[in-house]
């Protein structure tokens, strides 16, 4: 349930769960989007034009009172408990729009030590996505000790977990035994009842978030991280940020260009967003992405002596697979957990986090042959991951975050469940696996107590540095085409293809992709707008 616009990378979603940990940085699922003045603070809103755009308003000018303390203060470092890493806590005006308000919130922060040898070339930021994945996990667990030897060696590797995101100020909204209800409520409603009880769900989740997050919830959308990040540049020292940032990371980063675009350093935006598409224009969008990662696992499946979908073509497997969805929802299966059954919503679920990245593809036929006979514990393990559950029941606090900003960054891709209706024929046409989850996913904006901030634009970037756009031909989450228009709306962007599978390209294993970002992040050469690997 709910798996529409999560967009992290791979490593983020199998690392926590300790199932694939690997050099991959993509994964996590959806489940399912000018500087002026002063040297260290944003551009004054007279020059943003942002009135006439309906982009929100800038912050106060450079010189203004209220934020110079924000962008001159200073970082105490300490040990994280990690080795290698240090930790430190900055401070970010709670609203931006009042940043004398004396409310503020807390922004956590990692770093890890060039490595030397070479000369230091200054912080490299990085985010694996979400919106809600914490930075600071995929510091430690990936690129602060995955990312390759010669950039550790030259930059800082530095992160942060964005506002609402577990250690800065997190949004809260279920309790464990709720959220493993909420996990469970049936995404494919086949009467009044169950339409109900979905609605329900989806009501009780905004509610919750409201009671337990009122003070933060207004202020965690994508500008609002945006000016942060912009924040952190300053009190790291850099003149210009350097960032790498893996699906909605990169809308992330593209919204920095566009509101900084003279503080751009070196910007990689890998797996990227269209930030023109509308709420319901990303979901189908990222449907079909998904049936497009399926048809990839149903042809290499059919071909493995262990497929328990069978042989024959995607077709042919894709109705296997309905027809196990269809005996679930009927007869959920036993996973080892009397709370936890395998229903419909566990099992999509289950399915769509190993579509992220083609090495889960084994442990995908294995869950599903375990599951067909009798035994989810397997699917119900890789829905585990998807959700960032523990052990202990307990669950991180990314779904919560998730809906947070993409509620706020955009208006909702429904307003009722008559909507999703009318939508349905074409999120069944963009997957007919997939398709009728993803649509009713889709409406859990609609009861969001905070109205959104944002809405679906084209980002320029006018005089930023050159800045590399990656997409993968055949990415689950974010399809290819939203990487092509991306660059095509950055007025400095040059689109860097991968022809494969899996989400993100960065650090998976191809060797042109690497070469060509590894010199873009070292010597500043941008490669040729169009590359292929």
Same mark, same amino acid.
């Given at each position: ?24 940085? $993509? &994964? ?6 000018? +500087?002026?003045? =002063?040297?260290? *603070? /944003?551009?004054? #809103? ?87 994945? $914490? &930075? ?6 990936? +690129?602060?000790? =995955?990312?390759? *030897? /010669?950039?550790? #060696? ?64 207004p202020h965690v959308s994508t ?14 020292g850099d003149e210009k940020l ?14 920095? *260009? ?26 189908r969008d990222q449907t079909a ?245």
């Open positions: 349930m709910d798996t529409s616009r999560l967009l992290r990378t791979t490593g983020t979603v199998i690392a926590a769960a300790g199932l694939l940990l690997s050099g991959c940085t $993509s &994964g996590g699922l959806d489940g399912p989007r000018a +500087a002026a003045g =002063g040297s260290d *603070a /944003p551009r004054a #809103a007279e020059s943003s034009g942002a009135a006439a755009s309906g982009k929100p308003s800038p912050p106060p000018s450079p010189d203004a009172a209220a934020l110079r303390p924000y962008y001159k203060q200073k970082l105490t470092w300490r040990d994280c408990g990690v080795p290698g890493f240090q930790c430190s806590t900055m401070k970010a005006p709670l609203d931006y729009a009042n940043p004398g308000s004396g409310q503020d919130v807390d922004i956590a922060v990692a770093r890890r030590a060039a490595t030397g040898p070479g000369k230091r070339l200054g912080s490299l930021v990085v985010n694996p996505g979400g919106p809600g994945g $914490s &930075g600071i996990g995929y510091l430690q667990a990936y +690129a602060g000790i =995955g990312y390759p *030897a /010669p950039v550790r #060696a030259r930059y800082d590797m530095v992160s942060f977990d964005p506002r609402g995101v577990d250690r800065s100020s997190p949004v809260e909204c279920l309790t464990g035994p709720a959220m493993d209800a909420y996990t469970q409520v049936d995404q494919t409603p086949d009467d009044p009842a169950e339409r109900a009880e979905l609605v329900a769900a989806f009501k009780k989740f905004a509610a919750g978030c409201q009671e337990r997050s009122q003070r933060v919830l500008v609002d991280a945006a000016r942060d990040m912009d924040l952190l540049r300053a009190v790291l350097t960032y790498v940032g893996a699906s909605y990371g990169t809308f992330l980063g593209a919204t920095y *260009a566009d509101l900084f675009p003279d503080r751009v350093g070196r910007l990689v935006l890998d797996g990227a967003m269209d930030p023109t598409r509308s709420a319901i224009d990303l979901n992405g998904f049936e497009t990662a399926f048809t990839s696992f149903a042809v290499d499946c059919a071909k493995q002596p262990d497929c328990p979908l069978g042989k024959g073509g995607p077709d042919a497997v894709a109705a296997r697979l309905k027809e196990f969805f269809r005996k679930v929802d009927a007869q959920p299966v036993p996973t080892g957990e009397a709370e936890r059954p395998l229903g419909e919503s566990l099992a999509t679920t289950g399915v769509i986090a190993a579509l992220y990245d083609e090495s889960a593809w084994p442990q995908l036929r294995e869950a599903l042959a375990s599951a067909m006979n009798g035994d989810g514990a397997g699917l119900l393990s890789l829905a585990d991951s998807y959700y960032e559950r523990g052990e202990d029941g307990k669950y991180a606090n990314l779904m919560f975050a998730n809906a947070a900003v993409n509620c706020l960054d955009q208006p909702p891709a429904f307003k009722d469940p008559a909507a999703v209706d009318a939508a349905l024929p074409s999120f069944e046409k963009a997957s007919p696996v997939f398709g009728a989850g993803l649509a009713w996913a889709s409406l859990n904006c609609a009861y969001w107590p905070q109205e959104a901030t944002g809405k679906a634009e084209k980002l320029t970037a006018k005089g930023a540095a050159p800045i590399v756009v990656v997409g993968t031909t055949r990415d689950p989450a974010t399809p290819y085409k939203w990487a092509q228009a991306l660059a095509g709306q950055l007025e400095s962007g040059t689109l860097l293809t991968y022809d494969g599978d899996g989400h993100t390209a960065y650090g998976r294993g191809s060797d042109c992709i690497d070469t060509a970002i590894n010199r873009y992040l070292l010597e500043g050469r941008a490669p040729q707008d169009g590359k292929k690997c």
